[in-house]
């Protein structure tokens, strides 16, 4: 079981960067995947990137050469650096957690990013 609190969020204008951290515990932390997913006010949670084990990345293709996953193994940290934001970026954001194998079992509470036009 890996326990999981986001920081970051916060209120920025449309152009503009937020960088967003989540912290891990648990020392199976190198061994699992780890997402970033955002949910919009009445709509449903959506994928938005995630980092392996292997430390290759996926992204969904609205963030793609904008947001960048990374991830610390020896800190337990997982960061989503969020550039050229834009409104519709506007959401509540989870990181989430997947051990070798399996699904995203394990969620942070979330942080709110609202991006002003």
């Known amino acids: 079981q890996v326990q999981l609190v986001e920081s970051g969020g916060g209120l920025v204008q449309a152009g503009g960067s937020l960088r967003l951290s989540c912290a891990a515990s648990?020392?199976?932390?190198?061994?699992?995947?780890m997402g970033w997913f955002r949910q919009a006010p009445g709509k449903e949670r959506k994928f938005v990137a995630r980092?392996?084990?292997?430390?290759?990345?996926d992204y969904e293709s609205s963030v793609k050469g904008r947001f960048t996953i990374s991830r610390v193994n020896a800190k337990n940290t997982v960061t989503l650096q969020m550039n050229s934001l834009k409104p519709e970026d506007t959401a509540v954001y989870y990181c989430?957690?997947?051990?070798?194998?399996?699904?995203?079992?394990?969620w942070g509470q979330g942080t709110q990013v609202t991006v002003s036009s």
């Open positions: 989430a957690a997947a051990p070798p194998g399996g699904s995203y079992a394990n």
């Open positions: 980092i392996r084990a292997s430390y290759g990345t």
């Open positions: 648990g020392r199976a932390f190198r061994t699992y995947i």
